[in-house]
């Protein structure tokens, strides 16, 4: 089911349309922590960079991940029906607490303005 979460999110990776259900959103974001731990092992104890410093190979893992990050999260924004602009207030402190709800929050069982109801990866 990881595998392919990962796959739809790097085949939609400027795809900023459309509904990503919960299971989606949270098995890329457990793809991206654990990738970002890897490469940062790799980088702090393989290459030698600092503990603090961005290495290379973080810094290729971020740049190939950034968009798929942020328009999997448009999608999920968008599959409990709120605009994936919401995603500005995580620039504030305070706006991480309607994001991680939201993020958590049960997809809208009915199509919306952002598309169908997306499958679950389980029926996949």
Known sequence: ???FAINKAFN???DF????????FWYFFLFILIGNAIAHIIDTYMIGYHEEE???VS?????????????????RL???????LWFLLSFTII????????WCTMSDPNKNRYGNVPKMLTHL
């Open 54 to 56: 961005m290495g290379i």
């Open 95 to 102: 706006g991480f607490i309607p994001l991680i709800i939201w």
């Open 12 to 14: 939609k990776y400027f």
């Open 17 to 24: 349309g459309g509904r990503s259900n919960r299971s989606e």
């Open 59 to 75: 810094g290729i893992f971020w740049l190939t991940t950034f968009i798929p990050q942020l328009s999997i999260t448009f999608r």
């Open 1 to 3: 089911m990881i595998n």
């Open 78 to 84: 968008h599959d409990v029906g709120k605009s994936g």
